[in-house]
């Protein structure tokens, strides 16, 4: 029966992130204590001015454009302008049901060669198969903030015959936590040979500092900008993302737009409409506090689990982090995930599922195993967070970072 299946297609394994996530809630169906630091997704609640107006608009029920609805384009073009200095108008907009599908199409589009650094999020390859477009990583490490420098990325460009390339740049990153701060000369580069950037800034407004800058300021005319509802305000399961696609790549605009017509059609009526509540008003004070809350929760676990032995970058956003526990002696970082969830209940996921080598022992931990809605209400109003709060309102960080401490010196 396999001859019913596409051969880059049956190569492929479910997506690890929503792998461990189900593996997770199995095994605490089975009675056993987990720590869900595998999964990634906000545990906040969505702003109730956003939920309010998904409700007031159950009742849309049409179809709306293949590209989107004009006023949520219109709402989000001048977002991205506002906050991030761009010129896009609404019809440099195309919403999608989460980026992961634009992105998804983008490759079933793309001719050419894709290059990521390692690491890049679990999708980013398995995608890139699905289109039979070739992967090129670039290796990068912390000492570069786990992005790659314009000479890793121009020395791999000269190496590569294929004439068009699209680079995948996630700040701040899935898995590593951090954000770019070479970003201009990586822009330079991308400029010079003409490669296409992906700028994925689906964790842009949950940079810790607050003062988030795009690629797409350094090269508005090659840069595509993908983002969404999913991270900053709880709405992964709304699916609601979009891209931002400058004038000088309209033909992969129209591209995008068949393609969504020949497949979603368009996104869910109601979830639009909603969603323009989400980039009309400003949520800062939303914001502020879901992310004084992770940023806490993150340095919590940093530096609770760094020690001679175990490296991590310390976190600049988002929901993870990247530890390398140097003492530990796997034959692969898979295997020693598994050890690690066998023993301790703490789920992560290894770094090999980002590109890198699976003889190092990387895994990404992701920070968001509490109760956000009630992180959020406790602490309203408290200027500064403290142990005692984490210890109240994220039980399961403290103990699976004990877990995990433990597990490390018994090595
Ligand atoms: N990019 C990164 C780095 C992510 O972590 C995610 C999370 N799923 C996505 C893209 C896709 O998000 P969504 O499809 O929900 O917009
Ligand atoms: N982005 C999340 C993660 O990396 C999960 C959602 C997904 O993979 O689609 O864990």
């Given at each position: ?18 792998a ?12 056993k ?8 997704q906000?545990?906040?609640?969505i ?21 989107g ?15 991030n ?40 390859q ?25 000479k ?32 201009q ?9 003409k490669?296409?950037?992906?700028s ?31 991270k ?58 879901v ?17 001679n ?42 770094g ?25 209400k ?14 109240k309102?994220?039980?399961?960080i403290v103990a ?12």
């Open positions: 029966m396999n001859k019913i299946i596409k051969e880059q297609i049956a190569k492929l394994k479910p997506s690890a992130t929503l461990i996530n189900e593996e997770s809630s199995r095994l605490e169906k089975s009675g204590k987990i720590y869900k630091f595998g999964f990634g906000s545990p906040f609640p702003p109730d001015s956003i939920v309010l107006a998904l409700k007031n608009n159950a009742d849309k029920h049409r179809y709306l454009p293949m590209q609805l004009e006023e949520l384009r219109f709402t989000i073009a001048n977002y991205l302008n506002k906050n200095n761009n010129n896009f108008n609404k019809e440099n907009i195309v919403i999608g049901p989460g980026t992961k599908e634009l992105m998804l199409l983008t490759q079933i589009i793309f001719k050419g060669d894709v290059l990521l650094p390692a690491p890049s999020w679990v999708s980013y398995p995608q890139a198969l699905i289109g039979k477009n070739k992967v090129h990583w670039i290796q990068t490490s912390s000492n570069s903030n786990w992005f790659p420098t314009a890793q990325l121009e020395d791999k460009i000269k190496n590569i015959k294929s004439e068009s390339l699209l680079l995948f740049i996630n700040s701040p990153n899935n898995p590593s936590g951090t954000v770019c701060n070479n970003l000369e990586i822009a330079e580069v991308a400029k010079k040979y490669v296409i950037i992906l994925d800034e689906i964790y842009s407004q949950l940079n810790f500092n607050g003062q988030y800058k795009s690629i797409s300021n350094f090269y508005p005319e090659g840069t595509i900008v993908s983002t969404g509802l999913s900053w305000c709880g709405a992964g399961g709304w699916r609601l993302g979009f891209f931002a696609i400058p004038n000088q790549l309209e033909n992969f605009k129209n591209s995008l737009k068949i393609l969504c017509s020949e497949s979603f059609t368009s996104v869910s009526a109601p979830i639009q409409y909603a969603a323009i509540e989400a980039y009309k008003v400003d949520h800062s004070k939303y914001l502020n506090s992310k004084k809350i992770l940023s806490f929760t993150a340095n919590y676990v940093y530096e609770n689990l760094r020690s032995v175990i490296n991590i970058s310390k976190p600049e956003g988002g929901f993870y982090l990247f530890p390398e526990f140097n003492n530990a002696n796997f034959s692969s970082s898979s295997e020693m995930c598994k050890d690690i969830l066998n023993k301790t209940g703490v789920a992560l996921l290894p090999s599922d980002f590109g890198l080598d699976s003889s190092k022992m990387l895994a990404r931990l992701s920070y968001t195993d509490f109760n956000g809605g009630n992180f959020l406790n602490t309203l109003g408290s200027k500064k967070l403290d142990t005692a709060d984490l210890e309102n994220a039980p399961n699976g970072v004990a877990a995990l401490k433990d597990w490390s010196n018994s090595l």
